[in-house]
Structures are given as structure tokens and as C-alpha cells.
């Protein structure tokens, strides 16, 4: 709205826009999302800020083992490779202290993951029984 607006931000300005904008021929009007579309959109957005903090976690993690000596790779998986071993207890020649703080660490990673795998299948489910997000991947998929 905001080619439209003639003077300062405020309702009554705004209005005037709105009003404006919707007489023009050119105006693209987008649909209201379903509820259905909705919700598929709030898995994608929760998604995200549990891979954000599985990636902080990891990274603490692996920063923390650097700390005491333990080299692990970059990937990600190479740390959960540690963080599997933290979660089951094996021995990794660490200070007790330092031991609870990893374990503490490991487990939170590894609930962060049993989560996003819920809302994997979650999104699948969805996708797969939306017929707009199944013609959608086989027009991608005869395009590629």
C-alpha cells in the first residue's frame, strides 16, 4: 500500500490507500489461507527454530569436547555420533563435572530430534494427502 499513501502513517491515511489500491485494475489480490493451509504453515515455521536450536546445541557440544581435548568432524553427524554416545553413557574419558553438562546437552539434542522427526512426518502426511502439494511436486519433478 505504501505507492499510495499520500501523507504521514496513520489509519485514516492508510485507509485512503487501501481504498485506492483496490480501484486499480492491476491489483493482485491474494486468497485467504484455510485453516489447513494455516496449520501446514505453522509446522514449517516451529520447524525452523528447533533446527536452530539442535544446530546451537551441537555446536556447544562439540566446542565443549574441543575444550577437553576430544576432536570430533564438522558435520553434523560426527557430533551426533557424540551426542549418541553421551545420551547412551559410554566412556569418553571426560571430568564427572563435565560429564552431566554434556549429558545434559546430548539429551536436550536428542529430544530436539525426536520432535522434529514428529513434525517430518507431520509435513509429510500433510503433503501427501494435499493435492496441491502433490501436483506442485510432480510439476517440479517433470520440469527437472
Not at 480501484?23 to 504453515?41: G, H, I, N, W
Not at 546430548?106 to 507431520?122: G, H, P, S, W, Y
Not at 502426511?125 to 519433478?141: E, G, K, P, V
Amino acid at each position: 500500500m505504501k505507492p499510495y499513501v499520500k501523507r504521514q502513517k496513520n489509519d485514516a491515511a492508510d485507509a485512503e490507500a487501501i481504498c485506492e489500491a483496490v480501484t486499480r485494475p492491476t491489483m493482485c489480490f491474494v486468497l485467504v489461507k484455510s485453516p489447513e493451509q494455516q496449520s501446514a504453515a505453522m509446522l514449517h515455521r516451529s520447524r525452523a527454530p528447533l533446527v536452530k536450536q539442535r544446530t546451537v546445541l551441537l555446536h556447544a557440544i562439540r566446542a565443549h569436547l574441543a575444550e577437553l581435548g576430544i576432536a570430533t568432524g564438522a558435520g553434523v553427524s560426527q557430533v551426533t555420533k557424540m551426542v549418541v554416545a553421551l545420551v547412551r553413557g559410554e566412556p569418553l574419558d571426560l571430568p564427572d563435572l563435565a560429564r552431566v553438562v554434556l549429558e545434559t546437552l546430548a539429551q536436550l539434542v536428542f529430544d530436539l530430534q525426536e520432535r522434529l522427526r514428529t513434525i517430518d512426518k507431520q509435513l509429510a502426511h500433510w503433503h501427501y494427502t494435499n493435492d496441491l502439494s502433490t501436483s506442485l511436486r510432480q510439476s517440479r519433478a517433470s520440469a527437472l
